[in-house]
Nanobody, 126 residues
Framework: QVQLVESGGGLVQAGGSLRLSCAAS????????MGWFRQAPGKEREFVAG????????YYADSVKGRFTISRDNAKNTVYLQMNNLKPEDTAVYYC???????????????????WGQGTQVTVSS
């Protein structure tokens, strides 16, 4: 019943920007930490950014710090990932995910997340 739907991916040139959105179903969205992960071909899924249930705390992978910003609008059941100064190495399928358990801290491990969206492709050309 819990569904996460990502959107906003696309093809951009290096240095460009994209804003990803993840729309979540359910009435308890605000009770869960959320995360963005990405997976490039042939590579393991990796943590990109996370946000606490209230949006008060955010976490970023070193590779995206200073370039990406995660945010959420609990009234709209939506989490966002603003991606600026994109690099070719950012090319991947991006997934949003809901943390297992209500009112628990953000973690960087995929196995700590229970529900996943279908992913949205981000391609950054040189």
């Amino acid at each position: 019943q819990v569904q996460l739907v990502e959107s906003g991916g696309g093809l951009v040139q290096a240095g460009g920007s994209l804003r990803l959105s993840c729309a979540a179903s359910g009435r308890t969205f605000s009770s869960y930490s959320m995360g963005w992960f990405r997976q490039a071909p042939g590579k393991e899924r990796e943590f990109v950014a996370g946000i606490s249930r209230s949006g008060g705390r955010t976490y970023y992978a070193d590779s995206v710090k200073g370039r990406f910003t995660i945010s959420r609008d609990n009234a709209k059941n939506t989490v966002y990932l603003q991606m600026n100064n994109l690099k070719p190495e950012d090319t991947a399928v991006y997934y949003c995910a809901r943390r297992k358990g209500a009112n628990v801290v953000v973690t960087t491990h995929p196995h700590d997340y229970e529900y996943w969206g279908q992913g949205t492709q981000v391609t950054v050309s040189s």
